[in-house]
Structures are given as structure tokens and as C-alpha cells.
T-cell receptor
Framework: EAQVTQNPRYLITVTGKKLTVTCSQN?????MSWYRQDPGLGLRQIYY???????DKGDVPEGYKVSRKEKRNFPLILESPSPNQTSLYFC??????????????FGPGTRLTVL | AQKVTQAQTEISVVEKEDVTLDCVYE???????LFWYKQPPSGELVFLIR??????QNEISGRYSWNFQKSTSSFNFTITASQVVDSAVYFC??????????????FGTGTQLKVEL
């Protein structure tokens, strides 16, 4: 089954404790991205990657890191989480966008709470 | 920069009523794509529809219909004879090309729809 998986689905942590949220897709997609969803703000893009070893900042990259060492995986790293990073996170993937076309497939979401 | 506005933060209706969710967008691109996603209480994002800027035909899928009007930069979503299972947050999104390659999906802030018995 074609899908995007994220782990963990739920995480409660404390300020400053490094964490990684994994994202994996089995559709051989080149393009992957991370979003965070906050009440009243919709989804905002954190980072995106157009292919292996190619990553770039989205709209809200501060406090986050990503890596793309393999095509299928795109982990999101919070080196020193803070309470303002409490949010619902979505990973998404798609074929490399052609022009403006971009139908992204979303993972199930990771609900992160930073105390 | 592109922008998507969903002015309705929350809508409550009684089951079987029709309801329209508004979406207004801004973009400088002549070619773009518009999307609607549903987010039920379980939290996942469910893709509903994609529409490109050259196709202004309205679309109907069961109880769902979409009205795309370039003249008013709107892409409204109507649910006919609403049901309790339609209760969810609905997001409108716009895709535009990004300088240097790739593109970007910009979401509206969402509309919470509550359908009551």
C-alpha cells in the first residue's frame, strides 16, 4: 500500500531534550516536506527536499533540522525543543513537482507536546 | 507572495442542511492548482479535490461540489444534505511554483464544520 508513515504518532517531551520524528514513504517520491499545524494558522511548511542531499527552508524553519540521506526517508530533528514547538506535524511527499502541480501525500501526523 | 483566506473559522449546521465553505486566494502565477483537504477529528489529512487554474468547470462528487471562479479568485466548497460524519476541519490550499525549482503549497487557516443532529 502506497503510504507515508511517521513515527512516533504521539510524543510528550521536555524542553531541551533532542528528538527526531521519522518520516518514510514507499512511493519513490523525490519531493518531501514537513509542515506544522497550529490553531488559527493552518499548515505551514518547515523544510522541504527536492531529492537526496537537497534540502531547503520553508516558511518556519527556526529550531528544526532535516536530513535526506536516502530517498525514502526525511527525518525532522529538534535539537533543543521548546514549548513553542508544541504542534501537530505532518510529513508529505510527492513526485518532483512539474510546474505548479503538486499533489502531496500526507502522513498521519505526529502530535508533539514540549513541556 | 501567495495567500489563501478562509474567513469562516467555524460553522455549525443541523444535519441535512446545505453548507458552503468559502476560500479566496491570491497569487501572481497564471498557472496554479487549488486543493481542498478534510481533517476529521482523528487528525489525518484527507485529499478531496484538485483543480488547475485553466479548468473553471464546477465539479460534483456525490454530496460535494466545488465552485471555482477566477474572476473573484474563489474556490468554494458546498456540502449538500450535510451529515454528522462531515464534521471536520476543512482546508483550502494553493500551489505555486518556487524560484529555483519545486513548488510550495500554501494552506488557509481552515474552517471547522460542526454538523449536529
Amino acid at each position: 500500500e502506497a503510504q507515508v508513515t511517521q513515527n512516533p504518532r504521539y510524543l510528550i517531551t521536555v524542553t531541551g531534550k533532542k528528538l527526531t520524528v521519522t518520516c518514510s514513504q514507499n512511493m519513490n517520491h523525490e519531493y518531501m516536506s514537513w509542515y506544522r499545524q497550529d490553531p488559527g494558522l493552518g499548515l505551514r511548511q518547515i523544510y522541504y527536499s527536492m531529492n537526496v542531499e537537497v534540502t531547503d527552508k520553508g516558511d518556519v524553519p527556526e529550531g528544526y533540522k532535516v536530513s535526506r540521506k536516502e530517498k525514502r526517508n526525511f527525518p525532522l530533528i529538534l535539537e533543543s525543543p521548546s514549548p513553542n514547538q508544541t504542534s501537530l506535524y505532518f510529513c508529505a511527499s510527492s513526485l518532483l513537482p512539474q510546474g505548479n502541480y503538486n499533489e502531496q501525500f500526507f502522513g498521519p501526523g505526529t502530535r508533539l507536546t514540549v513541556l | 507572495a501567495q495567500k489563501v483566506t478562509q474567513a469562516q473559522t467555524e460553522i455549525s449546521v443541523v444535519e441535512k442542511e446545505d453548507v458552503t465553505l468559502d476560500c479566496v486566494y491570491e497569487t501572481r502565477d497564471t498557472t496554479y492548482y487549488l486543493f481542498w483537504y478534510k481533517q476529521p477529528p482523528s487528525g489525518e489529512l484527507v485529499f478531496l479535490i484538485r483543480r488547475n487554474s485553466f479548468d473553471e468547470q464546477n465539479e460534483i462528487s456525490g454530496r460535494y461540489s466545488w465552485n471555482f471562479q477566477k474572476s473573484t479568485s474563489s474556490f468554494n466548497f458546498t456540502i449538500t444534505a450535510s451529515q454528522v460524519v462531515d464534521s471536520a476541519v476543512y482546508f483550502c490550499a494553493l500551489s505555486e511554483a518556487r524560484r529555483g525549482g519545486g513548488n510550495k503549497l500554501t494552506f488557509g487557516t481552515g474552517t471547522q464544520l460542526k454538523v449536529e443532529l
